[in-house]
């Protein structure tokens, strides 16, 4: 399907982070743009004062019965009332990821695929490219700090993706540059063993059109069995791989670093977001500008402008006193990178985290790993299990967490008793972690912080 001739969509589902960026791009096209939610969002409010008609009560009445297209996202009930109309009505009906494939297909798209860092590293590329003046149009799954958005058009047939790999979303996408930044093991729910995820992430690097480029991190498991005519590795530090980093120092919460390329030299970079991971996805979106042919120079320049992801090692409170740090992460290897990277930016600090495990599956099959991981902290707040799409599992709550970590200093908490704990507590770095609605939490937390 073409999607410049569609002039009117309706999506179900269509506060989703992946899906309101694909509203938008057919809002910026003049389409109209209409869809349910379940919940009344601060991202569906804003997708309504950009036009868009939003409601939020699965009913056939309310629908918009014109469209020429249909978008759904995977996360919808089958027995949803409205989806179910459209498809007996023999609607267009078609999953967000379907149009992303239409995209990639008609764009130059760099998508970016893995278990971690692939939304730091799509928008930090995207920003790259926009503040450069290369231009693209970036379709992302979070909120850029520097725009407030995660979706921009460009004039330039260029596509900066983020690539899903829920319910195998990403193995529609058709890359010219694929970037790959790890495969470690999540959403078994849907691939039941590591080695089917593997496989899936192997698939993904299939799908890179003729004469693309794989970049792919250095030394990943089966690395050996990722495809691609063209393949760059990249790495934080490690001087065997095509792309890394070198001579980093911290500063001011951030780091200053070279970057050190096949063809490409840049010292003294300044990246103003905190997280040693961040430097690694740093390397990366440098090297997708270059092999994009953008001037060296440039980059260096507009990088410091950088302001992050909303979520992703987001500085809420960051002063001579107190630092307050609000991540995405629901991973234990994100959980591991977040910690280590608040402790070594901020020795001598007691780190306290606040983390909300998210889906019951998630939490049976790595336990072990949050355990280990929220071991490095110096204290815990666990809060209850985010279901998200999933119903109870018996016998699975955060306390099987706690009950495999080795430091006691842990407590199961309400989001009411975490509140009422920072009232009288004395915390100089506090971290809040997860994908669900923990964020709910930020503004309370920040004033409580601020006025202490």
């Avoid at 040693?276 to 997708?288: G, K, L, S, T, Y």
Wanted: proline share 3%; net charge negative.
């Amino acid at each position: 399907m073409n999607v410049r001739e569609i002039k009117r969509v309706y999506f179900i589902g269509i506060g989703g982070i992946g899906m309101s960026a694909l509203a938008r791009f057919f809002r910026e096209q003049g389409a109209v743009v209409s869809g349910y939610d379940k919940t009344e969002t601060d991202l569906t409010m804003h997708l309504a004062k950009e036009g868009m008609g939003i409601h939020y009560t699965d009913d056939e009445l309310l629908l918009d019965k014109d469209t020429q297209l249909v978008v759904y996202t995977p996360a919808i009930p089958k027995d949803h009332k409205e989806l179910n109309w459209y498809l007996s009505n023999k609607y267009p009906v078609y999953k967000r990821s379907d149009v992303l494939q239409w995209i990639t297909e008609a764009m130059q798209a760099v998508t970016v695929a893995g278990t971690h860092g692939k939304t730091t590293i799509s928008t930090m590329t995207a920003y790259l490219l926009r503040e450069t003046g290369y231009g693209c149009n970036a379709f992302l799954g979070g909120l850029s700090v520097n725009y407030g958005s995660n979706y921009w058009h460009s004039d330039r047939n260029v596509a900066v993706v983020e690539a899903d790999e829920y319910d195998r979303s990403f193995l529609k996408l058709r890359p010219d540059i694929a970037v790959l930044t790890s495969m470690d093991a999540d959403h078994l729910d849907i691939y039941g063993t590591v080695e089917e995820m593997e496989a899936a992430f192997i698939q993904y690097t299939k799908n890179i059109k003729p004469g693309g480029t794989l970049l792919v991190k250095h030394g990943l498991h089966r690395g050996a069995e990722l495809q691609g005519s063209n393949t760059l590795t990249y790495s934080l530090q490690n001087d065997a791989a095509d792309v890394y980093a070198e001579n980093i120092t911290q500063k001011n919460g951030g780091y200053v670093f070279d970057v050190r390329g096949v063809d490409c030299i840049l010292e003294q970079v300044h990246l103003p977001i905190g997280g040693m991971h961040n430097v690694e996805n740093a390397v990366a979106a440098i090297a997708v500008t270059q092999l994009l042919g953008i001037d060296g120079a440039a980059v260096k320049r507009v990088l410091p402008g950088f302001l992050g992801v909303k979520r992703r090692f987001e500085y809420v409170v960051k002063t001579d006193k107190m630092v307050y740090i609000d991540d995405y992460a629901h991973h234990p290897e994100e959980l591991s990178a977040l910690i280590k990277s608040a402790k070594r930016l901020f020795p001598g600090r007691k780190c306290v985290v606040c983390f909300q495990p998210h889906l019951f599956s998630r939490t049976r099959d790595l336990a072990d790993g949050f355990a280990s991981s929220l071991d490095m902290a110096d204290e815990v707040l666990l809060l209850d299990i985010y279901p998200a799409r999933e119903l109870p599992m018996e016998g699975v709550t955060s306390k099987i967490i706690a009950d495999k970590m080795v430091n006691r200093a842990h407590t199961l908490m309400s989001k009411e008793g975490v509140l009422e704990y920072l009232k009288v507590a004395s915390i100089d770095l506090f971290i809040t972690a997860g994908a669900g609605d923990i964020d709910k939490l930020v503004e309370p937390v920040k004033n409580i912080l601020l006025t202490k």
